[in-house]
T-cell receptor, first 112, second 113 residues
Framework: DQQVKQNSPSLSVQEGRISILNCDYTNSMFDYFLWYKKYPAEGPTFLISISSIKDKNEDGRFTVFLNKSAKHLSLHIVPSQPGDSAVYFCAALDSGNTPLVFGKGTRLSVIA | KAGVTQTPRYLIKTRGQQVTLSCSPISGHRSVSWYQQTPGQGLQFLFEYFSETQRNKGNFPGRFSGRQFSNSRSEMNVSTLELGDSALYLC????????????FGSGTRLTVV
């Protein structure tokens, strides 16, 4: 049973436009959410996170929105750049020292 | 500060053999988690070690095992390798208290032939 779902395996966006990556979760105990970016043959690198006490967190071009009632979060990248092309993973955990649970990832392609 | 170091970067093994992978966490981090990444499956959690004790375990067969040493370095062992074990194995280091600070290594690419 997949607790974190990224239903779009891939997304293509024009350079300069907004990229929106979506993530759904089923475990209501999750209270901390993270986004990681991954290039081939490299480990994931941390991008941005959000605690369940917030509904939005912003860091430069990256904003994460959390809708607890819908068990949904999204990552917005504005403006999108070709260097943003990578696989993006959504991850979640509850603060009780449980492991990070990942979605299957969304491959973002930003076209120049 | 130095990042998470995984060795070796690449490995080719034959079915039936065993393999040991190593992960050196960020200095001061007490938790090491291991993940398996295969195409289309995302990152699947194997196990987590905290202060030399296995704290969490995923749904992998007993052929997958690990340990952590007093300096927080961790090793992962896979015995009786199968073709399906071919994957990128990633370790993540964190302080171990709270949800912050998970940092991944570059991974070990294991190919079983």
């Amino acid at each position: 049973d997949q607790q974190v779902k990224q239903n779009s395996p891939s997304l293509s966006v024009q350079e300069g436009r907004i990229s929106i990556l979506n993530c759904d979760y089923t475990n209501s105990m999750f209270d901390y959410f993270l986004w990681y970016k991954k290039y081939p043959a490299e480990g994931p690198t941390f991008l941005i996170s959000i605690s369940s006490i917030k509904d939005k967190n912003e860091d430069g071009r990256f904003t994460v929105f959390l809708n607890k009632s819908a068990k949904h979060l999204s990552l917005h990248i504005v403006p999108s750049q070709p260097g943003d092309s990578a696989v993006y993973f959504c991850a979640a955990l509850d603060s009780g020292n449980t492991p990070l649970v990942f979605g299957k990832g969304t491959r973002l392609s930003v076209i120049a | 500060k130095a990042g998470v170091t995984q060795t070796p970067r690449y490995l080719i093994k034959t079915r039936g053999q065993q393999v040991t992978l190593s992960c050196s966490p960020i200095s001061g981090h007490r938790s090491v988690s291991w993940y398996q990444q295969t195409p289309g499956q995302g990152l699947q959690f194997l196990f987590e070690y905290f202060s030399e004790t296995q704290r969490n375990k995923g749904n992998f067969p007993g052929r997958f095992s690990g340990r952590q040493f007093s300096n927080s370095r961790s090793e992962m062992n896979v015995s009786t390798l199968e073709l399906g074990d071919s994957a990128l194995y990633l370790c993540a280091s964190s302080p171990g208290t709270g949800p912050y600070g998970y940092t991944f290594g570059s991974g070990t690419r294991l190919t079983v032939v």
